[in-house]
């Protein structure tokens, strides 16, 4: 939340703005039908190689611009999964 103390303080020892991060909510109680757009597939995911390895870069391509992203390997990627 923006403080103008914090800021005051934290820019008097030399503190700057590096980024910002988003708090998700949602309302309390089940969760929505989704809504897929034409085209998509809903897949339970069975641990097979094509479903992992379809997982795996999903998951690269998703957060390959996010903060400290490490790239999922096949090794790596089943251990995230």
């Not at 309302?27 to 998509?40: K, N, Q, S």
């Not at 390997?73 to 251990?79: A, I, K, Q």
Request: hydrophobic share 45%; proline share 7%; glycine share 8%.
């Amino acid at each position: 939340m923006p403080n103008e103390a914090s800021e005051r303080l934290a820019a008097k020892f030399g503190f700057a703005h590096e980024r910002w991060f988003w708090l998700m909510e949602r309302p309390r109680g089940g969760a929505p039908e989704p809504a897929w757009p034409a085209g998509i597939d809903v897949r339970t995911f069975d641990r097979g190689e094509a479903m992992f390895e379809d997982w795996r870069l999903a998951y690269n391509d998703s957060f390959a611009s996010h903060y400290r992203f490490v790239v999922a390997t096949p090794e790596t990627g089943r251990m995230i999964a």
